[in-house]
């Protein structure tokens, strides 16, 4: 069985930093996700389900700071505040 994590989408901007958030997950645990291939596979499973599940907290911390910042940054400033 093949260890990979499913290919970006075309054309998501994120799509290239969830697969280095990805990879930055595995990496602070010693792994990469060419060394997946070597373990068990439900610890590669675990593994990239972990990894899948920093990306995606992660990418949502960088989407909230991002509506924030144009919030702030709107003229009359955040909704509510005007």
Do not use: W
Not at 2 to 24: D, I, M, W, Y
Not at 49 to 70: D, G, I, N
């Amino acid at each position: 069985m093949k260890h990979q994590f499913q290919s970006a989408s075309v054309g998501n901007p994120l799509a290239t930093l969830e697969r280095a958030l990805e990879a930055e997950f595995l990496h602070d645990r010693g792994y990469t996700i060419d060394s997946l291939r070597a373990l068990p596979p439900a610890e590669a499973l675990a593994l990239q389900q972990q990894a899948s599940v920093y990306a995606s907290c992660r990418l949502t911390e960088v989407e909230s700071r991002a509506h924030f910042f144009e919030d702030m940054h709107r003229p009359g400033g955040p909704p509510g505040r005007q």
